[in-house]
């Protein structure tokens, strides 16, 4: 069907051109034999502007329908996408949220809250990259103190990234928070594993973490956490507590 609307676009269009620059041969073309004497009934100076002024309405028309519907299909052919940033390129997307906390790690696993899979580190032997300092602080719901979240404030005038030796990624349900961390460091691994569970109440029973933040929630966001070791990495395995390695991801400037 598109073919015959194209097709009767392009012969208004004709027909409104020859009208707006030619009205007399249009005249004399399609008109003058319906007349027994074309020269006696011609249409006068006034008749034929405004033959070229309706021409000329029609011509606009048709260049905004034809401009519109070329509009449209632009909006609908798939666009390119954007450049990674340097941030993505490292840890995915959506951008990650820092836990700007001061947090001691436990030694001894909480039974109470749910172990997240840990999914890359980056270590900063060789100092700390400023994207660090950019992202987003982690809340929820725009909260940023929740009961039993993880760590402290600390000092605001120094910010735990400073002190840091490495930050984990972890991706947790959404409505849920980092509740506690372990860090176990020997001479040849760091075994760190981090623990989600629902805010505490302000009145009430405690929550049931296990279910309220299960291991397998769809929606997650991506957090980064950063954590103090007792020494520099150096040629330490980073594991979680099973023993199996956590991917180490290259800085991007």
Request: charged content about 15%; aromatic content about 8%; proline content about 9%.
């Amino acid at each position: 069907m598109s073919w015959v609307i194209e097709a009767l676009a392009v012969t208004l269009g004709i027909v409104f051109l020859w009208g707006l620059f030619a009205p007399r041969s249009q005249w004399r073309t399609l008109s003058a034999w319906l007349v027994s004497n074309p020269g006696a009934h011609e249409p006068g100076g006034a008749a034929y502007g405004w033959r070229r002024l309706l021409s000329g309405v029609g011509v606009i028309g048709l260049l905004i329908v034809a401009g519109s519907a070329y509009s449209a299909d632009l909006a609908r052919q798939p666009r390119p996408g954007l450049p990674e940033t340097a941030v993505e390129q490292m840890w995915g997307s959506p951008t990650p949220s820092l836990v700007d906390r001061a947090i001691t790690p436990l030694t001894a696993v909480p039974a109470e809250f749910v172990e997240e899979p840990l999914l890359g580190f980056q270590g900063f032997d060789d100092g700390h990259p400023e994207y660090l300092r950019a992202l987003p602080v982690f809340t929820v719901l725009g909260d940023a103190n929740m009961p039993g979240y993880v760590g402290s404030p600390g000092d605001r005038s120094v910010s735990p990234i400073g002190a840091s030796s490495l930050v984990v990624n972890v991706r947790g349900p959404l409505l849920c928070i980092p509740r506690q961390v372990v860090v176990i460091e020997s001479e040849t691994a760091i075994q760190i594993a981090i623990y989600y569970g629902l805010r505490d109440p302000l009145t009430g029973a405690a929550p049931d973490h296990v279910v309220g933040c299960p291991l397998e929630g769809v929606v997650t966001s991506s957090v980064l956490v950063p954590l103090e070791l007792s020494g520099p990495i150096g040629e330490r395995v980073v594991q979680n507590l099973a023993g199996e390695a956590i991917p180490e991801v290259d800085i991007v400037e």
